[in-house]
């Protein structure tokens, strides 16, 4: 379940299921934790929302 500003200024909620992707979330950040340290997770944390924003709006 999610609610978000849309881009034209509206509100909307969605609930959307996405096994498969949850799965590869998953198994993505616990990749990371061992492949990264605290401080390039902390900058990937730092910059994710950001970028999502930015693909998101085109």
């Known amino acids: 379940d999610i609610v978000e ?3 034209v200024g509206i509100k909307s909620r969605g609930c ?3 096994p498969g992707g949850t799965i590869l979330h998953l198994a993505l950040r616990d990749l990371e934790g061992i492949a ?11 910059l994710s929302p950001k970028l999502a924003e930015i ?4």
């Open 5 to 7: 500003n849309r881009f």
């Open 16 to 18: 959307y299921e996405t």
């Open 36 to 46: 990264m340290d605290r401080e390039v997770q902390r900058l990937r944390d730092m």
């Open 55 to 58: 693909i998101y709006n085109g």
